[in-house]
């Protein structure tokens, strides 16, 4: 069964990494899902590219750097960092690998506070709040767990120029848990 890639936003990367990721949800389109247990994923995440400058030698022609460890620092004999898309990052720039231990479908406002930590909520520190995204310092903060995830899947899933909300929609997603694996 080929390895399949699934795209991640930079602070769910965040979260992949340090381990308090290990859930995800996705969308269910035409009412197929590509989700087996047992199945690899691969992560594809933003990341920055620099090229040798011409006439400069060095191990390597290209090198690269993960959105999500912050913007890069310029190197010499390289040129400028560019940003490439998430949809872009080849199989070969992928960091982490996940097996897939359980799949089910539900509707997304069945997602109870467990499992909102599970897809990354966290408590911050000194009675602030809970949010999905304590490295980008957010400036909202939220009581439950619940209230951070429903917060972030508005901003994922929301469409700036329609009056729908992604929440209240309540879709059908599919629930995939995840275990880390070897690349």
């Known amino acids: 069964m080929k390895d399949l890639p699934l795209l ?12 308090r990721k290990t859930v995800t949800r996705r969308l269910v389109r035409d009412g197929r899902s ?3 247990v047992g199945r690899r994923i691969w992560v594809k995440e933003t990341f920055y590219r620099a090229r040798l400058k011409r006439g400069m030698k ?11 460890d912050g913007v890069p620092e310029q190197r010499d004999g390289y040129g400028p960092w560019k940003k490439r898309s998430s949809l872009l990052m080849p ?30 909520a ?18 909202q903060m939220y ?7 429903r917060a972030f899947w508005r901003k994922l899933h929301g469409d700036p120029d329609s009056d729908e909300d992604p929440w209240d929609a309540n879709p059908e997603v599919t629930v995939i848990s995840l275990r880390e694996t070897l690349l």
């Open 58 to 68: 060095a191990i390597s022609k290209e090198i690269h750097h993960y959105a999500a």
């Open 8 to 19: 991640f936003q930079a602070p769910m990367v965040r979260a992949l990494l340090s381990g």
């Open 34 to 36: 590509p989700f087996v």
């Open 143 to 149: 009581r439950t767990p619940l209230e951070a995830f």
């Open 122 to 139: 966290v408590y911050v520190h000194g009675g602030r709040g809970w949010t999905m995204e304590p490295d980008e310092n957010p400036a």
């Open 91 to 120: 199989r070969t720039l992928s960091r982490m690998a996940f097996r897939i231990l359980s799949v089910r479908n539900e509707r997304l406002q069945e997602i109870t506070a467990a499992d909102a930590c599970r897809e990354g």
